[in-house]
């Protein structure tokens, strides 16, 4: 029961540590307002079409090799279908 009782301690005082060590910090200049987007220097702008492009075209790779994976797992249930059927009607000549 005690073991018990300081592991789930220490695994409390853990993860919590983080966090409260996170919260105690003052405020960057990052954090401290909203700054528009014509304020930030070049350096730090970050062009959002090759990231959606990115994204997009590996999520479609993603996707055609689902579905590359699910035709052939299709097919090769047919096989096994196909294969049983042929053997069923050996069996019953």
Request: charged letters at 15%; zero cysteines.
């Amino acid at each position: 029961m005690l073991r018990r009782l300081s592991i789930g301690i220490t695994t409390l005082m853990i993860v919590t540590a983080p966090t409260l060590a996170l919260a105690l910090q003052p405020p960057s200049a990052a954090q401290e307002g909203f700054r528009p987007l014509s304020e930030l220097p070049p350096g730090q702008q970050v062009p959002a079409a090759p990231l959606l492009i990115g994204s997009y075209a590996f999520f479609l790779v993603l996707m055609m090799f689902y579905l590359w994976t699910i035709w052939r797992r299709i097919g090769r249930v047919e096989k096994e279908l196909h294969d049983l059927v042929r053997r069923q009607a050996a069996v019953k000549r």
